[in-house]
Structure formats: C-alpha cells, structure tokens
C-alpha cells in the first residue's frame, strides 16, 4: 500500500504531473490489494458502455482504503503524502530510511544526468563531456552542501567543479514522494573561455562551483547562489549572485538562471544562514589574505548587501544556523563557534560545554529549531545534539529506534541537513548514491 501511495503521490508531484486513465488506476488498486468491480450494467445502452473508462466502482469492502490512497478528479491523481503516511505509525526519536519506504528514485544516483548519446533530453550535452574526474558524485563530495525549499518541502542540491563534474544541473528530494528528480539539465561547457569567464558558461548560466555554504532558498522567489569557489578548474570564485526561480522551471530544459541577485561581498569557504522571521541571508567568511571576511546581510528585496561587522571566521568549512529569538548568527565546526549580532554585528566566542560531537566536526549539520528553542545539529551515528542558545551547552538526544545515518561526508555536511517545518522533521543525505534518512522529534 504505501508503494502505491508513493507512486501516485509521484504523479501529483509539481516536478512530474501527469493525467493517468481510469485503466491504470484499476489496474494499481488491484496489484495492492483493493477490490475492484468492473462490472458493466447490462441494462446501459451500448453508448453508455462504451464510457465505461470513467466510471469505476471499488469494492465496497476496501472503498474507504481507496478513497484515502487517491481521489480521482477529471482523471488527475492527487495522492496522499508519503511521509506523513510513514510519519503516522513511526514512533517519536526514530530515524527512517526514505530509501526503504520507497521503490525507484531515492537516491540522487537513481536520477543523475547519464545521456550517452545524441539527441539528449533538452538537447543538453552527452554525460562523458562534462563528468570531469569524478562524475555528478561530485555533486555532494565536492565540498558541496544544499538548501530547503520551504514552498516545496524539498532538499534542493548543487555543486562540483573544479574538475571534478562540470554540470550545473539542480536536483530535487520531495519529502513528500521521497523520490530525487532531476529539476534542470546541464548546460554545455563547450567553447567555455575560463579565464574571461571563469563561474559563467556560454549558454549565460552558472559554472558548478564547490558551494560550501553559500546555496540558500529565499521563499516565493527560489534558489539562490551567492558565494562559492573554485568554479573553473582553477581557484576561481563566483563574481555573480544567481536565482532560479524553480516553480516556472521545465526539468528537460536548462536552468533558467537570472543574475538577479548582487554577489556577496566575501565568498571564501564562508558560513551563511536565513533569518527566518525577516528573510534576509547573513554571510560571513574565513579570514584569508585578500578577503573581505566581515558580516554581512543581504536584503532580497532590495538586493542590497550592508556591512554589519567586522571579524571572520578563525576556521574554514563552519555550518550556521539563527537563532531568530535573541537575534545570533551562530557558527559552528571544527572545535570553533562563532557568534555574530545581526543587529550589531558584533562578535562573541562563548565557550561552550557538554559533547563537542557536531562542534568538533567539517561543516556539520546544525539548524534552529523553534519548537525547542534551540540548535540541533547532526555530525554522525543516530544522535543530535542540542546546543542551548543561552547557556551555550551541548547535550546528547539519542534516538529511540529506527534506522541510523550513514557516515557523514568527509568534506562536510553543510546544507544537507535540515528541518522541514512542514512534516515536522530532520533530514540528512550524505552521498549521491545513499538514502536519504529522515528523523522524528518528539514533544
């Protein structure tokens, strides 16, 4: 029952929509299970047999099933969420494998770029003229993190270069169908002049960069690129701050990238965070010679970048997160936190306490958590960690039961992990070709 909740909720996904025939959904029902007539009443006049596609009866003895798993509209499918089914029956402190509730499409590999001959899809370029060194893994193991678009309840992930894979596309994990789709093709990189234009290809869109921490989401206008590094296959930062709008997005055609947004002002191995309540992004950059490593916040609105304060990071490879409450920007990671005023910009090093597990880790996962009023991060194993914004202690939640993360990415975890408000949930991905694992909190 749930794969074919899972299949239909496919169908009702924004990235893959489609009409299906009274036919098939017989056809689903009764491979799960659920009963179904097709009798025609022989008292109809052939006329109305003949219309016999649109009209199905479900057994009565499993109708109620039915009518929960799909409703049946003008032949369109809406299915239910397959997370919040699961989430139903899955205790407080447990940890699902997405890839167990589902079959096909749940890891990033299921889904990856892989035309081998021409014409490709979008007529986008063939997959060995842009695999690099390493391929679209790259994508996650080049020091690459992710964003949480919160209109969509989906992980959205980008990155690479630096010889390592050259494709630009996007990708997406719904937390409602637990399945990747791939939400652009890559543009080509042929006739690409790195050294006039090192973080942008012919075609106008984006070079893959490795993106650190520098990929947010800005809700209602999309996903934003605005600081990363190592673009081309030399050291080269991104110059421009970039926005695909994803709800006007066609999966078979390239990104639709516009270069609306200004580019942060310092964009080297830098930490950057969303203020939930004002929507603004706050950035701040390890100290290197030659960067302006100070805060700063951008404005979407008016695209507009102000200096907050002065001071970097001390470290390379930190995760933020905002505490919206008493108004901090805190970032932590390799045995160092950093925290900033995003009113005043000033900066503070508190020393903290209790288990440096996420504190000690490269770019672990470390998100707010309103219903706690406080940090939780993730750097490994199947515990959080929750860091009190007051007292600036860090205590154990291990889980309860249920299945355990993989290992965490050697380069980082950076924006692949996150809450999503909407189911109430943690979630992490460590590699293209791993499940995604999702958490359940408790009261």
Not at 265 to 273: E, H, I, L, T, V
Request: net charge positive.
């Amino acid at each position: 029952m749930l794969y074919l909740e899972k299949k239909l909720a496919v169908l009702n996904d924004a990235a893959d929509t489609r009409l299906v025939s009274p036919g098939a959904i017989i056809s689903e029902l009764t491979n799960y299970g659920i009963g179904v007539s097709t009798r025609i009443n022989t008292h109809l006049p052939d006329s109305r047999k003949s219309n016999f596609r649109g009209h199905i009866m479900v057994g009565f003895r499993f109708a109620m099933v039915g009518f929960l798993a799909l409703t049946a509209t003008s032949g369109r499918i809406f299915a239910q969420d397959v997370l919040s089914t699961a989430l139903a029956s899955t205790p407080a402190g447990y940890w699902l494998d997405a890839g167990k509730l589902v079959k096909g499409n749940s890891k990033m590999s299921d889904v990856a770029w892989n035309c081998s001959s021409a014409p490709c899809p979008g007529n986008g370029p063939l997959a060995s003229s842009i695999s690099g060194h390493t391929g679209p893994s790259a994508i996650m193991n080049g020091w690459s993190g992710g964003a949480l678009d919160t209109d969509s309840s989906r992980l959205l992930v980008w990155g690479g270069g630096h010889q390592g894979y050259y494709g630009n596309e996007v990708y997406g994990f719904s937390l409602k169908s637990l399945t990747w789709s791939r939400l652009t093709i890559p543009s080509s990189t042929a006739n690409w002049n790195q050294t006039s234009s090192p973080d942008v290809l012919p075609d106008g869109t984006p070079a893959a960069c490795h993106t650190y921490n520098s990929l947010q989401y800005l809700p209602g206008k999309g996903f934003a690129i605005f600081g990363a590094l190592f673009c081309s296959d030399a050291a080269s930062g991104i110059a421009n701050g970039w926005l695909l709008d994803l709800s006007k997005q066609n999966p078979d055609a390239f990104g639709k990238w516009k270069r609306s947004l200004k580019p942060s002002p310092s964009n080297s191995y830098g930490a950057s965070a969303v203020d939930p309540v004002t929507g603004h992004i706050f950035q701040v950059c390890f100290q290197i010679g030659g960067v302006d490593y100070a805060f700063y916040e951008y404005d979407p609105t008016k695209d507009t970048w102000t200096k907050r304060g002065d001071g970097g990071l001390g470290v390379a490879y930190p995760n933020a997160a905002i505490d919206p409450v008493r108004k901090n920007f805190v970032a932590v990671g390799q045995g160092k936190i950093f925290v900033f005023s995003t009113t005043t910009g000033n900066l503070t090093t508190p020393v903290t306490s209790g288990p440096q597990v996420v504190q000690s880790g490269q770019s672990p996962g470390f998100v707010w958590y309103a219903p706690w009023n406080k940090f939780v991060g993730w750097n490994g194993g199947s515990s959080l960690y929750l860091l009190d914004p007051v007292t600036w202690a860090w205590s154990e939640l291990p889980a309860t039961g249920g299945a355990v993360p993989t290992a965490p990415n050697g380069r980082g975890t950076y924006g692949r992990f996150q809450y999503d408000p909407f189911h109430n949930v943690f979630m992490v991905v460590n590699r293209w070709n791993e499940s995604v694992f999702i958490y359940k909190p408790g009261k």
